[in-house]
């Protein structure tokens, strides 16, 4: 077990402490029935009640996966609970899930099929921590987020944990934008829409100076600026405007052919749905 456990070992209330066995005790009948499949059938028939529109039908068998450790069945309640999302929202059940995934697969190869998942799952706790569940023992903790983000960044290579750790570079009063600008510039290169964007306006800010940076802030904003879909990513079109009216015409060429030849050389990265 990775040292990280220890960060994961964090206080409960008494109800997040009991919903392994609440949920073992609610669903008797479905382990009954369930109890000659895998924790894999499991799952498989979880999901595709999931998408069949039977949320409550799929909760059977995810649950059921979930308490025979399935990480994915587990990821998948998180996410379900954490959204709302066929069931009531409650933020502690969803963070047991994380967490237990957290605690349980830290230490998988970053090559694993499931890696993603566990690195999502270390994510969503570093973002309970950012902002604390109300009522609960889960209080806001900055650096407990970032060592989390941190590990899920540096050990899976998560772009999203990436993202997150160049944030709080920024906006952490000791700000260092030169560590922002390093995990920025990793999630960016691998396609994260809103890494791209804050990357972009970090780097055409002036602060770091020099017209190589100011073109390069401008690429990666014109490759965002290009990505962008509804009303809640205008600011990316806004700070690509606003950075290219401040541009001279040489980087402004510059930058639009770095953009062009960057997208024409990651199709696979932009092929999902953006950010």
């Given at each position: ?252 060429r510059r930058a639009t052919t770095l953009a062009d030849n960057w997208l024409a050389k990651n199709p696979s990265l932009i092929a999902g749905k953006a950010e």
């Open positions: 077990m990775c040292a990280l456990a220890v960060l994961l070992a964090a206080p409960v209330s008494a109800s997040a402490q009991e919903t392994a066995a609440e949920a073992a005790a609610k669903l008797s009948g479905a382990v009954r029935d369930n109890a000659d499949i895998s924790p894999g059938e499991a799952l498989r028939n979880g999901t595709r009640f999931y998408y069949a529109g039977e949320k409550e039908r799929a909760l059977d068998s995810l649950r059921f996966a979930a308490e025979q450790g399935h990480p994915l069945a587990a990821w998948k309640l998180g996410r379900m609970y954490s959204r709302g999302d066929g069931v009531k929202e409650d933020d502690i059940k969803a963070f047991e899930y994380f967490r237990q995934i957290a605690s349980n697969y830290a230490d998988d190869s970053p090559s694993s099929p499931r890696a993603p998942f566990i690195a999502s799952a270390f994510v969503e706790l570093g973002s309970y921590y950012l902002t604390g569940i109300h009522d609960s023992a889960i209080q806001p903790n900055v650096t407990r987020a970032r060592e989390i983000f941190t590990y899920a960044a540096s050990y899976f290579g998560d772009a999203d944990a990436q993202y997150h750790l160049g944030m709080l570079y920024l906006e952490e009063p000791d700000r260092n934008p030169h560590m922002a600008a390093r995990w920025l510039k990793l999630a960016a290169q691998k396609g994260h829409l809103h890494a791209q964007a804050r990357l972009g306006e970090l780097l055409s800010n002036g602060e770091f100076g020099g017209s190589d940076n100011r073109t390069a802030g401008l690429m990666w904003l014109t490759v965002a600026q290009r990505r962008v879909a509804g009303h809640e990513n205008m600011w990316i079109t806004e700070a690509q405007e606003r950075s290219f009216g401040l541009a001279s015409e040489k980087v402004r």
